[in-house]
């Protein structure tokens, strides 16, 4: 495991090594795979702090329109996340809404970013940052369209990311460590250069948008069976890393996620680990990328005990030499240098 405390030039000489010449063409895009003797898979662990439907109850769906009013529950779990991985010398990459910034509280946060977790941005809203309609950007602007009146929906998106940027800045003091859109599309942005020429204007180097296809199963409350599970390890070839021509890096969200898991399937939690477990191993056999991805207002009710955060760490251990839990920055930061970006 990486110490507790790892210099910037450490972390940069680990990854260059650690790698080696993991870089070739794919297509439209150039994609990021590691090669056989890569010495290390990297493995991120990441939140998006927000509030989930169905959570803590089945019936509740208010969260839509207020998805930034982070219950008590949500951030406790999110600090104390912060504070095992931290024990584990590694860090959790989050993503915040601008309109948590709104909150009396945002102590928590701060405490975080103190303890060396980067913050990145999700939007102010939550928006749906592809909706070419105003009534598809977000449920919030569906009861209150005189929020957005005689705009167009480009420019209230642009808005709405531009928002989030000054509300960590002006409340937490922080710069935002990249962009990661709310939802996942199969397809990250690659139909949308307009959005990738936005983010890069914007300054944001790299972008977390692509959550691949895959199975969950057809009878919700039942754990999935063997092809299930063998349709989730294939995404994790989808969720490799890539740059758009562009030249934005693309840093996708591996399967399965806890609220497709809990909300879509209805898994027991017993088939969650099952599956992130077989998931970390296969990047570790690999020399690849996993980039889990969890909501603490998800993980909060179905994982109180932190099983999955746990596992990934001691999995990560038990590696030993052959991966290291990282943040999203360092893995898009290789990528540009080995592509020369």
């Known amino acids: 495991m990486r110490p507790h405390a790892v210099s910037h030039r450490t972390r940069r000489g680990f990854l260059d090594s650690a790698l080696g010449a993991g870089l070739a063409a794919a297509g439209p895009a150039r994609a990021f795979a590691a090669p056989p003797e890569a010495k290390k898979a990297l493995i991120a662990i990441t939140l998006d702090l927000e509030m989930s439907r169905n959570f803590p109850t089945w019936d509740q769906t208010h969260w839509d329109y207020e998805k930034g009013n982070l219950d008590a529950a949500t951030k406790h779990y999110a600090a104390e996340a912060a504070r095992r991985v931290k024990g584990h010398g590694g860090v959790i990459h989050f993503f915040a809404l601008g309109q948590t910034m709104e909150q009396e509280d945002v102590g928590w946060l701060r405490e975080i970013v103190?303890?060396?977790?980067?913050?990145?941005?999700?939007t102010y809203d939550h928006v749906n940052v592809k909706a070419t309609r105003r009534e598809d950007i977000q449920f919030r602007f569906r009861r209150?369209?005189?929020l957005i009146e005689g705009k167009a929906p480009a420019d209230i998106i642009a808005d709405n990311i531009r928002l989030a940027e000054r509300a960590l800045k002006q409340r937490i003091g922080i710069v935002p460590a990249g962009f990661r859109t709310p939802g996942g599309f199969n397809n990250g942005l690659e139909?949308?250069?307009?959005?990738?020429?936005?983010?890069?204007?914007?300054?944001y180097s790299w972008a977390s948008s692509k959550y691949p296809a895959h199975p969950i199963g057809s009878a919700p409350g039942k754990a999935p069976d063997r092809a299930v599970m063998a349709g989730i390890?294939?995404?994790?070839?989808?969720?490799?890393?890539?740059?758009?021509p562009s030249g934005l890096v693309e840093l996708p969200m591996s399967p399965i996620s806890d609220v497709t898991a809990f909300r879509a399937g209805r898994w027991p939690l017993s088939a969650f680990l099952e599956a992130i477990r077989a998931s970390v191993a296969r990047a570790i056999e690999r020399r690849a990328v996993f980039c889990f991805l969890g909501?603490?207002?998800c993980l909060g009710v179905v994982d109180p005990s932190f099983r999955a955060i746990e596992m990934i760490a001691e999995l990560?251990?038990?590696?030993?030499?052959?991966?290291a839990i990282v943040d999203l920055e360092a893995i898009a930061r290789h990528a540009r240098q080995?592509?020369?970006r």
């Open 114 to 122: 103190a303890q060396g977790h980067p913050v990145g941005n999700h």
């Open 144 to 146: 209150a369209p005189w």
């Open 191 to 203: 139909d949308r250069p307009d959005l990738q020429a936005l983010l890069l204007k914007m300054g």
């Open 233 to 244: 390890l294939a995404a994790q070839e989808k969720s490799q890393p890539f740059i758009y």
């Open 295 to 297: 909501h603490p207002s």
């Open 316 to 323: 990560v251990h038990a590696a030993g030499d052959r991966a």
């Open 338 to 340: 080995r592509l020369g």
